[in-house]
């Protein structure tokens, strides 16, 4: 990683722009990497930008073909955030000290992005910011110290992002085939589930809507920093939140409200069903890969115990665990047996207390002399029915995960205590699983 030079990479303007995806529109290698791409921002360490662009008669031909290859992408052909943000959730307590300097150097390269606690896949705001980034960047935050709740500045910082987290809970259940908007089909959508896309036009007009819907990686990576919360006593659970959200050619927006409880119970709920349904086994939009729901969700389990183990979730993550270790290989994202599925799992396996043995192995078995995993692996993808599906891969990223999966573990960020804090969560899953 130190041969990477994260840290030098930056955009015209000197902002650091650290691990930069590679873009494919297949998830069995290749691709373009983001850092290389042109867009007057970034280009190799070797171009000379101004030269290049200063008397180009063609300048605004390419910048016309630029924003047509957005269009048709779905995306904004620019530096992303995402990579870096994933890195630093992995390894932010890791305590060897060359994994340290690349944490923090990358932690820069998102900390302060945020629109008033809601974070963005893409270095501007020309895209919809998100909340699995949201909970991504949150938890990178947290582990890595960056956010102390033991002080006014980290308990006001993480009431910022928790608040952005919780009041992108969606206002009604409404059914797959009435949730098709943006030319996609958002599938159902649950009430106070955390939507992946606010679609509130408070920080972001109309034109970054990108339609209403839930997902389960999402709201594993997003229930981290609300539970830390709550867990330390820093939020009512009884504390009401307002909702709302646009829907694609209404004018007037959708509204409701509800307390902490009732929207984390929804959520915990959502994913918990997920994992004991047996769905996590294909995966989900975003996530091909069955391990990836595995390993975030364990991230919660292993850092709230008091909550999780009322529902048998680490026995079924175990379960789960055991089931890829036999599963037959299929695509790139979905074979278990990619260095970065193995690596995803590994972490999960530590996490719920599992012997990681067979994916260690295999990981110190699949590395390279320069210390990298080259074999193909698909992050997470981007596409709709209007766009081409992309692949987001990185092998920095990949090695970020093969290093916290090889690290000894570290400790939570709180201690185990009694449940009492997560009571009204279990027993409003408790009620709900009643009801149906």
Known sequence: MERQRLAQRTTRDGRCVGIQATLATGSDGGGLDLYAVLDGMVGHETTDQEALFADDPARELWATLGKMIEQKLGFPLEPELFSNMLFVAALGRVADEAVRKQVASLLDTFRDTDVRGLYHFFLSLRFAGDIDCTGVAARARLVSGDIDPGTAAGRAALREVTTTILASAATRTVASSENSTHGKENGDLRRNVFKVYLDDHDRQGPECDRGLKNNPVVTANALFAPLLELKLGLRSPDEVIELKEYVEGEDTPRTASATVA???????????????????????????????????????????????????????????????????????????????????????????????????????????????????????????????????????????????????????????????????????????????
Not at 303 to 315: K, N, T
Not at 346 to 370: F, M, Y
Request: proline share 4%; charged share 20%; with cysteine.
């Open 262 to 436: 009732e929207i984390l119970t929804a959520n915990v709920l959502y994913a918990i069903g997920y994992l004991l349904s047996g769905d996590w086994r294909r995966g989900c939009r975003y996530y091909a890969s069955p391990d990836a729901f595995l390993c975030f969700l364990s991230e919660s389990i292993r850092e709230f115990p008091e909550l999780f183990d009322e529902f048998g979730a680490s026995e079924a993550i175990r379960a789960a665990i055991e089931e890829r270790r036999h599963t037959e290989g299929g695509d790139v994202a979905e074979n278990p047996m990619t260095s970065l599925n193995v690596a995803w799992r590994a972490i999960a396996a530590a996490n719920v207390g599992l012997d990681a043995t067979p994916e260690l192995d295999r990981l110190v078995a699949r590395q390279h002399e320069d210390g990298s995993w080259h074999d193909p692996d698909s992050l997470y993808t981007f596409g709709s029915n209007t766009s081409i599906t992309m692949h987001f891969r990185s092998t920095v990223v990949t090695a970020g995960f093969a290093i916290r999966a090889l690290s000894q573990p570290a400790e939570r960020l709180t201690q185990i205590s009694s449940s009492a804090w997560a009571r009204p969560l279990i027993d409003g899953v408790a009620t709900a699983v009643a009801a149906l």
